[in-house]
């Protein structure tokens, strides 16, 4: 009985070890066969006229809390309608609110944008007279009818985007 336990084990064992092995080699060869392979993405160009129109957009994340409150970080959630021109220029309204400064409403601004050709856009503008000048990185997706971004600088301000065409 001792015997055939055994005889049992070794079977199980030599067969989870062959098929491990042959996962591990069918892992292997996918990661081989995508090395210089093409990629899956169809050949999408983008340019400046990719953001034309309206776009909903939702911004969170933090911002140095500014004078004369300033010192410290606080929380910052808003909402912003902007309307690219499809040449490198737009217009916004922003309604932003603070954890500690609170909300300024209705507050209008510009800026400027270059789309490049892999569909990541660069855009520049100050939100405020006195302000820094911000830059955001953005990432069109669905032919323009989707945005997402992040704040590239001042380094202090972490603010991400989620942005919607809405005509």
């Not at 993405?41 to 006229?49: E, G, L, M, V």
């Not at 922003?94 to 209008?108: A, C, F, L």
């Amino acid at each position: 009985m001792k015997t055939k336990l055994m005889k049992a084990t070794v079977r199980g064992s030599s067969a989870a070890l062959l098929v491990s092995a042959g996962v591990l080699l069918l892992f292997v060869a996918g990661i081989e066969g995508t090395r210089g392979a093409p990629s899956a993405a169809p050949d999408i160009q983008c340019s400046n006229h990719t953001l034309h129109g309206t776009y909903g957009i939702q911004l969170r994340g933090t911002r140095p809390v500014p004078p004369p409150q300033g010192g410290g970080t606080e929380d910052v959630i808003g909402v912003v309608i902007r309307t690219y021109d499809g040449m490198g220029n737009f217009t916004q309204i922003d309604n932003v609110k603070g954890s500690v400064t609170g909300w300024v409403p209705d507050r209008p601004g510009s800026g400027t944008y270059q789309v490049n050709s892999d569909c990541i856009a660069v855009t520049h503008f100050v939100p405020a007279p006195g302000a820094p000048l911000i830059e955001e990185r953005v990432v069109i997706v669905d032919a323009g009818k989707e945005t997402y971004s992040m704040t590239a600088t001042p380094a202090a301000l972490m603010v991400t985007t989620v942005g919607k065409k809405i005509n």
